[in-house]
């Protein structure tokens, strides 16, 4: 009953699913420098204040659960709030490390703002309950991991054998997948008779569930179509306090909010090869680099046997396979010029065009952007260091050529965040820009193709436009076509 994105006709969401109504609404929280976990467990606390006012209710004695995104939230309320005595997380705790060698970062609220980079995992959720009683509800075959899971139970039982009350914290694993087995069922009702002194027998009962009507509050089953109700589009707009531009000290705060680091340096530029189509030449490299995280895919562009002219960095928004086709490519290759493209992270060899992630909307992986939020980066920053390696090797390929770049689509964030940072570019061309950020937080129903550049916390700071600006007032020939 609490879609964020009701369409009154059909009772459904616009936008999809759960999980992708979380992920449209969490992208333009992160925008603001927020989260959707902070939503979430706002309403859990709500939920226990309004408890607090019932006669009938001891808040001495009160218990969470919840399965999958419910045992997300109840990791997350139970954390924050003192009331929930006793509580019991299922098919959710894992280990960031361990999510991130399996499927991957999962939808919005389960990515608190730059949580990784500042040192939190799973375990401080129980970390910080403890001495008070938790049980982590777990399956073998989860998709959540159970390796995760074991590692995570054996840090947080040290807190509580410190606290002197190692019993207090316990985990049951069942064989099963993303579900509430019948043991796991009747090991947390047995939990909450324990510690919330409740009688009866944990056996499991057979029950016959309401229906959906029957467990409607509201006349239409939706809040946001039955009152004029609140939703986070409508908070995130409320709250956010608006831009400051830091004047002086853009670039500075450009690598600060985007997470650029560059720290990549080019160990070897691999020739793969070449491929020749109308007379037009194209090799095939691949770049390595001190981290060994990665290897980026690298075309040169030019007719055969022509002097070199300036070069031309050409970023495509669907990958470096685009760019032969391109029709203004003749023109410039005819003008003697050598044109360089790449795939940056994300687009085309480097991508994973199988993914399914429970964020994907529109054929647009969300959960890529929610990782890098959860790293302190952002995928236009990660982007940026791409490029940085790619002029290394232009840089010591061709000695110092006059080097332009065109940026087509969604591939300017990128190009915006690197020059503003290091500049090697005489001119810039834009084509098809993508509009200002702002839109995605002032729009209820924005593009989700711009989701996928969203920085995290950018928009208090800058926005496309203003390194824009910036790079016109330094200097950079600038050109939006």
């Given amino acids: 009953e609490r879609l964020q994105y009701p369409d009154a006709e059909t009772?459904?969401?616009?936008?999809?699913?759960?999980?992708?109504?979380?992920?449209?609404?969490g992208v333009q929280t992160l925008l603001t420098g927020t989260s959707l976990t902070d939503y979430f467990i706002w309403d859990g606390i709500r939920v226990l204040d309004y408890l607090e006012t019932r006669p009938e209710v001891n808040m001495n004695r009160i218990g969470m659960?919840?399965?999958?995104?419910?045992?997300?939230?109840?990791?997350?309320?139970?954390?924050?709030?003192?009331?929930?005595?006793?509580?019991?997380p299922e098919c959710y705790i894992t280990s960031f490390k361990r999510l991130l060698q399996s499927i991957g970062p999962q939808d919005a609220e389960q990515n608190p703002y730059n949580a990784i980079a500042k040192g939190f995992d799973h375990a401080d959720y129980l970390?910080?309950?403890a001495p008070k009683p938790t049980l982590m509800i777990t399956t073998t075959h989860d998709f959540?991991?159970?390796?995760?899971?074991?590692?995570?139970?054996?840090?947080?039982?040290?807190?509580?054998?410190?606290?002197?009350?190692?019993?207090?914290?316990?985990?049951?694993?069942d064989f099963g997948i993303h579900e509430s087995t019948k043991n796991n069922r009747e090991a947390l009702y047995a939990f909450f008779q324990k510690h919330l002194s409740l009688p009866g027998n944990s056996a499991d009962v057979e029950t016959s569930p309401f229906t959906v009507e029957e467990l409607w509050v509201t006349p239409t089953g939706q809040i946001g179509t039955s009152f004029n109700s609140e939703t986070v589009f409508n908070l995130n707009r409320k709250y956010f306090p608006g831009k400051k531009v830091a004047e002086?000290?853009?670039?500075?705060?450009?690598?600060?909010?985007?997470?650029?680091?560059f720290q990549r340096n080019l160990t070897a530029a691999v020739y793969t090869g070449k491929f020749t189509k109308n007379n037009i030449e194209v090799q095939k490299y691949f770049l390595e680099n001190d981290r060994k995280d990665y290897a980026l895919p690298v075309y040169i562009i030019q007719k055969e046997s022509t002097a070199p002219g300036n070069i031309i960095v050409w970023f495509h928004s669907e990958g470096k396979a685009k760019v032969p086709e391109e029709p203004q490519l003749a023109e410039i290759l005819n003008a003697g010029h050598i044109v360089v493209s790449t795939d940056l992270p994300g687009t085309g060899e480097l991508q994973d065009p199988d993914f399914t992630g429970d964020g994907v909307i529109q054929g647009i992986?969300?959960?890529?952007?929610?990782?890098?939020n959860l790293a302190g980066k952002s995928i236009p920053g990660i982007q940026a260091e791409a490029i940085d390696l790619l002029v290394q090797f232009i840089q010591k390929k061709f000695h110092g050529k006059t080097t332009e770049t065109v940026a087509e689509g969604n591939a300017a964030?990128?190009?915006l965040h690197y020059a503003v940072l290091k500049n090697p570019f005489s001119k810039i061309t834009f084509r098809n820009f993508p509009g200002p950020v702002e839109e995605l937080v002032k729009d209820k129903y924005y593009d989700p193709a711009q989701a996928f550049n969203a920085v995290p916390g950018s928009l208090k700071w800058y926005d496309l436009r203003d390194l824009n600006e910036y790079l016109n007032t330094s200097g950079t020939e600038i050109i939006i076509e």
């Avoid at 002086?248 to 680091?261: E, F, M, R, S, T």
């Fill in 144 to 173: 959540f991991s159970i390796q995760g899971a074991r590692e995570t139970f054996a840090e947080v039982q040290k807190s509580y054998a410190a606290f002197g009350m190692p019993e207090n914290v316990q985990m049951v694993e």
């Fill in 65 to 88: 659960t919840g399965r999958s995104g419910g045992g997300t939230q109840t990791a997350q309320i139970a954390a924050c709030d003192d009331r929930i005595y006793a509580a019991a």
């Fill in 11 to 25: 009772g459904k969401s616009k936008v999809g699913g759960p999980t992708r109504e979380h992920s449209y609404a």
């Fill in 413 to 415: 964030p990128a190009v």
């Fill in 248 to 261: 002086n000290d853009l670039p500075k705060k450009v690598a600060q909010i985007a997470g650029i680091d």
């Fill in 365 to 372: 992986p969300f959960n890529y952007t929610f990782g890098a």
């Fill in 127 to 129: 970390h910080i309950r």
